[in-house]
T-cell receptor, first 118, second 112 residues
Framework: AAGVIQSPRHLIKEKRETATLKCYPI?????VYWYQQGPGQDPQFLIS???????DKGSIPDRFSAQQFSDYHSELNMSSLELGDSALYFC?????????????????FGPGTRLTVL | TQLLEQSPQFLSIQEGENLTVYCNSS?????LQWYRQEPGEGPVLLVT?????EVKKLKRLTFQFGDARKDSSLHITAAQPGDTGLYLC????????????FGKGTKLSVIP
């Protein structure tokens, strides 16, 4: 079965540079979520989109922005990168609006993008 | 902010032993998911529980959702070295919030 695809898998950037991470959800999934996981930490929710509209916002810095496109893929844009932004960034997708139908909010995670800021 | 307390944080057992991991909260969740994560990889879904009191079995793994939908447990019977990994519980409130709240994880090590 097709899974969530993320690219690139690894990314190395210098401080103050920008980075763009891409996420392709499971086919027919219309909701995407972005999470950040620091070393030894649990994933922290950043932002989510449903039907191309932002549906929820977590601890996403103002330097970051994201959007969902008409084909449901999503991009996380990160500017003015800082050393503390080094982390694993996961995208997850689900079918349907979370909570609207019981059981449809199960989130399936991609393999992640490892961002290293030097 | 909803919090999920997961315990134990670390668990080292011998092959063949049984174990239980707990996930507790003072908040109600519309659904709760258990994931297993290998280092440097994305969490892989094991199960979703949505109904209070629900019990689901996945081979030697048994998952239970508390009657009040505030807690959950993962029980592994006759653990094997292949069960070694990080187990995460994550809850969704479903009440207009679509983010998952994760527990801190349980790092399980099964010694042959």
């Amino acid at each position: 079965a097709a899974g969530v695809i993320q690219s690139p898998r690894h990314l190395i950037k210098e401080k103050r540079e920008t980075a763009t991470l891409k996420c392709y959800p499971i086919p027919r999934h219309d909701t995407v979520y972005w999470y950040q996981q620091g070393p030894g930490q649990d994933p922290q929710f950043l932002i989510s989109f449903y039907e191309k509209m932002q549906s929820d916002k977590g601890s996403i810095p103002d330097r970051f922005s994201a959007q969902q496109f008409s084909d449901y893929h999503s991009e996380l844009n990160m500017s003015s990168l800082e050393l503390g932004d080094s982390a694993l960034y996961f995208c997850a997708s689900s079918l349907g609006l979370a909570g609207a139908v019981v059981g449809t909010d199960t989130q399936y995670f991609g393999p992640g993008t490892r961002l290293t800021v030097l | 902010t909803q919090l999920l307390e997961q315990s134990p944080q670390f668990l080292s057992i011998q092959e063949g032993e049984n174990l239980t991991v707990y996930c507790n909260s003072s908040s109600v969740f519309s659904s709760l998911q258990w994931y297993r994560q290998e280092p440097g990889e994305g969490p892989v879904l094991l199960v979703t529980v949505v109904t209070g009191g629900e019990v689901k079995k996945l081979k030697r793994l048994t998952f239970q959702f508390g009657d009040a939908r505030k807690d959950s447990s993962l029980h592994i019977t006759a653990a094997q070295p292949g069960d070694t990994g990080l187990y995460l519980c994550a809850g969704s409130s479903g009440a207009g919030s679509y983010q998952l709240t994760f527990g801190k994880g349980t790092k399980l090590s099964v010694i042959p």
